[in-house]
C-alpha cells in the first residue's frame, strides 16, 4: 500500500479543520508531489474557489505559518472565511479587471489552484491574466479539468477552446526554439559562443519548465529557461 503523505492525513482527519472541503482522493499524491517544496516558506498561495473554506485551511495547515492563504470565490457568503493570514476576495475569475485588482494587492502568488467554476472562460482566462506574472520557482494547477470534456454550458468560449486545448497549444509553445528545424545549427554552438540572437519565441517558452498532465489535472511550472544546445561527445 502506498504511503498516505500528511496532505492526505489532513484531508481524512476532519478535526484537522473547522470547515469542510471537497476533494478526488487522487488529487493528493499530486498536490503533494508540486506542493511539498514550498513547505515551511514565506509564499503565497491563490485559490480560485473557496466554498466552504476546509482547503483555505488545509493550505494553512500544510505550508505553515509563514505563508500567506488567499481565495478568490464568486459567493459573497465567501468573504466570512477569511482569517488570520488568510483573505478572501468576492470576484469572477472570468473578470481579468477583477484580477488585476487582487493581484495588485496581494502582488504574485508562488503558488496558484484554480479549483472555480470550471468553465472553459473562467480556466483560461484566469491562467492568461495570472499565470504571466507568476515569480521562478512557481506552480499553476488547473484541477478538475474533466469539465473540458462535458460540453454544454462549461463549453462557453467564443472560439471553442477547451482548457485542455489551451493546455496542448502551450505544448507547442515549450518546443519554440527546437521546433525551429533551420536553427539546429545554432544550438549546435554552446551558448556563450554565440555571436547572434537567435530566432523569437514566446515568453511562455522562456518562462515555463514544463506541464504535466494527469486525470482531471494539469500542472504548469515556472522556470527560466535559456536556449538549447547539442553536441557528440
Not at 476533494?23 to 517544496?37: N, S
Not at 488545509?58 to 505563508?67: D, F, M, N, V
Not at 500567506?68 to 475569475?93: E, K, L, N, S, Y
Request: glycine residues 10%.
Amino acid at each position: 500500500m502506498a504511503e498516505v503523505g500528511e496532505l492526505y492525513r489532513l484531508f481524512l482527519e476532519p478535526t484537522q479543520r473547522t470547515r469542510r472541503l471537497h476533494k478526488w482522493h487522487h488529487y493528493f499524491p499530486i498536490y503533494e508531489r508540486f506542493i511539498a517544496p514550498f513547505r515551511g516558506r514565506r509564499v503565497t498561495l491563490l485559490e480560485i474557489g473557496v466554498q466552504q473554506g476546509g482547503s483555505l485551511e488545509l493550505w494553512r495547515a500544510y505550508l505553515g505559518p509563514a505563508a500567506r492563504i488567499v481565495g478568490i470565490d464568486v459567493d459573497p457568503a465567501c468573504a466570512a472565511h477569511g482569517a488570520a493570514g488568510t483573505q478572501v476576495f468576492i470576484g469572477d475569475q472570468a473578470d481579468p479587471a477583477f484580477l488585476r485588482r487582487v493581484l495588485a494587492e496581494v502582488g504574485p502568488p508562488d503558488l496558484v489552484i484554480d479549483d472555480g467554476g470550471h468553465t472553459a472562460n473562467q480556466q483560461i482566462t484566469a491562467f492568461e491574466t495570472i499565470y504571466p506574472v507568476l515569480p521562478v520557482p512557481g506552480v499553476y494547477l488547473v484541477e478538475d479539468t474533466h469539465t473540458a470534456l462535458w460540453g454544454g454550458a462549461y463549453a462557453d468560449r467564443p472560439d471553442g477552446q477547451s482548457v485542455l486545448d489551451f493546455a496542448f497549444q502551450r505544448c507547442r509553445a515549450l518546443h519554440d526554439w527546437t521546433a525551429q528545424r533551420g536553427a539546429f545549427g545554432r544550438y549546435g554552438t554552446p551558448p556563450a559562443e554565440r555571436r547572434e540572437p537567435g530566432p523569437p519565441v514566446s515568453e511562455f517558452c522562456r518562462r515555463t519548465g514544463a506541464i504535466s498532465f494527469f486525470d482531471s489535472i494539469v500542472v504548469f511550472e515556472r522556470a527560466d529557461r535559456q536556449e538549447p544546445w547539442h553536441e557528440v561527445r
